[in-house]
């Protein structure tokens, strides 16, 4: 059984950057699946942050794209995200996923249970 | 960029009904599209992918069409655990990922 586990701080100050990461089990990250970040504001609708390979490539929501990095790790089989000069308007749940493959390789077909964060001094 | 428009954003329905959300693309996205459930505290959950394939392990009561800019996602005979938000996701303009403003249903 597949599964996606987020950890991280759940408050970050305003300015700092926030640090996610994403713990796969049930499956290698190093399979030929890509592995996502989305997030949702509360009381809003879903956002996508981006994307990575397990290679290392990486493709990011260009509104986002100057703030955020993602990089995994293979020997721990798990990725991460890191948003920088965090504000208010980063205060979400952020989701990690798993992009399906074939048909539904544009598609998050695994979900990790979200974790809060909240930006606030 | 691409926007997806739900309608209705929000919409009350009793057990049994036949329910149909819509989603308009700003442009055409041919198939470009899947549909997720979100259910209140929880992950979102993919249903419907390339607009119209059921994803496995999903009620057959849930079903999508449609293709360019106007699709629909329905349910044939809503049950009370389809309580929840829906949303559209286009991956036309790859490799961006878009998202509708999502839809709230809920019982009558």
């Known amino acids: 059984q597949v599964q996606l586990q987020e950890s991280g701080p759940g408050l970050v100050k305003p300015s700092d950057t926030l640090s996610l990461t994403c713990a796969v089990s049930?499956?290698?990250?190093?399979?030929?699946?890509?592995w996502g970040w989305i997030r949702q504001p509360p009381g809003k609708g879903l956002e996508w942050i981006g994307y990575i390979y397990y290679s290392g490539s990486t493709y990011y929501n260009p509104s986002l794209k100057s703030r955020v990095t993602m990089s995994v790790d293979t020997s721990k089989n798990q990725f991460s995200l890191k948003l920088s000069s965090v504000t208010a308007v980063d205060t979400a749940v952020y989701y990690c996923?798993?992009?399906?493959?074939?048909?539904?390789?544009?598609?998050?077909?695994?979900w990790g249970q979200g974790t809060m964060v909240t930006v606030s001094s | 960029d691409i926007q997806m428009t739900q309608s209705p954003s929000s919409l009350s329905a009793s057990v049994g009904d036949r329910v149909t959300i819509t989603c308009q693309a700003s442009q055409d996205i041919s198939n470009y599209l899947n549909w997720y459930q979100q259910k209140p505290g929880k992950a979102p959950k993919l249903l419907i992918y390339d607009a119209s394939n059921l994803e496995t392990g999903v009620p057959s009561r849930f079903s999508g069409s449609g293709s360019g800019t106007d699709f629909t996602f329905t349910i044939s005979s809503l049950q009370p655990e389809d309580i929840a938000t829906y949303y559209c996701q286009q991956y036309d303009n790859l490799p961006a990922y878009t998202f509708g403003q999502g839809t709230k249903l809920e019982i009558k």
């Open positions: 996923a798993r992009k399906g493959l074939g048909a539904r390789e544009h598609a998050f077909d695994i």
């Open positions: 049930g499956y290698s990250i190093s399979s030929s699946n890509w």
